[in-house]
């Protein structure tokens, strides 16, 4: 049974269950929607991420969310944490905020709505320094909400990631202190 791991005014964030992979291939991934993320999953991958979170949250406590609209019951978003795996990356380890919207609900402001929950979650709770966000610079939409959230563009951590086109790399990152976040709140 997923647990409830926090709420906000519009949404409720558990913990993923195996359940829940089904869900996330029917309604998260569209090709609008994994656009910026190399396009639809297969159902064997999403179950892979899913058990991939499940095994972060019990060790960590912390991992990827399913967010479920209160007035629906429905999920609308997956939003969460892990730790930059990326082997390309510059900053193996650091705490990673990320999410997805599902498409019908885009510019309703859940994505705002979830990402400020779990950044209050990852300083507030699991201590992080600081977390960043990765994007490609193609997928305005999101280093757009980067920016409203009050992180910083880090171009010293931007990479190439040669799993995407050309179009979607460089990959760019974005972060935000503790103190920056704090100061904001």
């Not at 309604?27 to 910026?36: D, W």
């Not at 610079?137 to 280093?143: T, Y």
Request: with cysteine.
């Amino acid at each position: 049974m997923p647990d409830i791991v926090l709420e906000t005014e519009r949404l409720v964030l558990r913990t993923i269950c195996e359940a829940d992979a089904a869900e996330q291939f029917r309604l998260l991934n569209s090709p609008p929607v994994m656009h910026h993320l190399g396009g639809p999953k297969e159902l064997h991958e999403i179950e892979a991420r899913h058990a991939k979170a499940m095994a972060l949250h019990a060790s960590d406590g912390f991992s990827f969310l399913m967010a479920i609209e209160k007035a629906s019951g429905e999920l609308v978003a997956h939003c969460g944490l892990k730790r930059v795996d990326n082997e390309h990356a510059k900053n193996p380890g650091d705490m990673e905020i990320g999410w997805l919207v599902r498409e019908d609900r885009w510019r309703r402001g859940y994505a705002r709505e979830a990402v400020e929950a779990v950044l209050d979650w990852a300083f507030t709770r699991h201590d992080a320094p600081h977390v960043v966000a990765l994007t490609s610079m193609a997928n305005e939409a999101s280093w757009r909400l980067m920016e409203k959230l009050g992180m910083r563009r880090r171009a010293d951590l931007d990479f190439e990631d040669p799993r995407f086109p050309p179009e979607e790399n460089p990959t760019i990152l974005y972060s935000l202190s503790r103190e920056e976040w704090r100061a904001r709140s």
